[in-house]
């Protein structure tokens, strides 16, 4: 079964605009972490905001924000006015316990456009 | 600056001619990985170490080889090379188990 989900493989926004990025994840687990990297053009992964399972608060960073759902499983990302440097793949990613703390289960992706 | 470094950027080979993908890391962390990246897949962990001389295989790991000698190098080594492991190479390095993974800029592989 797939540890983490990304149902959107594209997406387009409006500059300025906000966008979600959708992500699910599946783990037995209590104790998790959840992350998201920007994969822009040029191929290097950017690390952009991290959500501990214990986390009472949703994480944010700057314009990202992360709408953790516990109980849904589900850890969109949120960027608040889009800009065209934006424009990227993203990608979620979970690392749980039970399989082990030593690999970082990464989805699909979803590639970002954002139009002037 | 705090940084991961691999080494070449691209890399063209035939099949069957062995190379190493080089990695290292000036941020003194123990726990070090390789990823492998394909369309529609996402990243795929390799292999990955957890300190000096440990090193255990991910989820992907036939036809590569690693090495942990020192704590800063984790190289890459595809003995004999095919065409199905043309694909996207990132080593990656972190402090903690719940912290955040450090990528390098990755390799694009192509074996032809």
């Known amino acids: 079964a797939q540890k983490i989900t990304q149902t959107q493989p594209g997406m387009f926004v409006q500059e300025k605009e906000a966008v979600t990025l959708d992500c699910t994840y599946d783990?037995?687990?209590?104790?998790?972490?959840l992350f998201w990297y920007k994969q822009p053009s040029s191929g290097e992964m950017i690390f952009l905001i991290y959500q501990g399972s214990y986390d009472e608060q949703n994480a944010t960073e700057g314009r990202y924000s992360l709408n953790f759902q516990k109980a849904r499983k589900s850890a969109n990302l949120v960027i608040s006015a889009s800009q065209l440097g934006d424009s990227a793949m993203y990608f979620c990613a979970m690392r749980d316990v039970v399989t082990g703390a030593n690999n970082l289960f990464f989805g699909t992706g979803t590639r970002l456009t954002v139009i002037p | 600056e705090a940084q991961v470094t691999q080494n070449p950027r691209y890399l063209i080979t035939v099949t069957g001619k062995k190379l190493t993908v080089t990695c290292s890391q000036n941020?003194?962390?123990?726990?070090m990985s390789w990823y492998r990246q394909d369309p529609g897949l996402g990243l795929r962990q390799i292999y990955y170490?957890?300190?000096?001389?440990?090193?255990d295989k991910g989820d992907v790991p036939e036809g590569y080889k690693v090495s942990r000698k020192e704590k800063r190098n984790f190289p890459l080594i595809l003995e004999s090379p095919s065409p199905n492991q043309t694909s996207l190479y990132f080593c990656?390095?972190?402090?903690?188990?719940?912290?955040?993974?450090?990528f390098g800029s990755g390799t694009q592989l192509s074996v032809l």
């Open positions: 990656a390095s972190r402090r903690g188990s719940l912290e955040k993974l450090f």
């Open positions: 170490s957890m300190n000096v001389e440990v090193t």
């Open positions: 941020m003194n962390h123990e726990y």
């Open positions: 783990t037995s687990d209590q104790s998790y972490g």
